[in-house]
């Protein structure tokens, strides 16, 4: 998990993670979202803030904000 630098993940704390970043990359979440009491309990299983989750997952080093915005749909991933 390469937005969990240095930390040693359990198996299930991994699978957490995994899915915390898809949910984030693949929605605009959002406190209100109807998947965020989800990002809450899987955030704090990570021993972070919904926010804090969602902001580490969003801001991956080397990759501008410009450049995500720009990347194209992958049609297999539904989008």
Partial sequence: MSWLPGRHLSR?????AMVLADVAA??????GHW????????????GMTAPDALARTVD??????AERS???ADP???G
């Fill in 76 to 78: 297999e991933a539904g």
């Fill in 12 to 16: 299930g704390d991994a699978i957490t």
């Fill in 35 to 46: 998947t965020w009491p989800h990002v809450e309990e899987w955030a704090a299983a990570l």
């Fill in 26 to 31: 693949s929605q605009h979440v959002h406190e």
């Fill in 70 to 72: 720009a990347e194209p």
């Fill in 60 to 65: 991956r080093p080397g990759q501008a904000a």
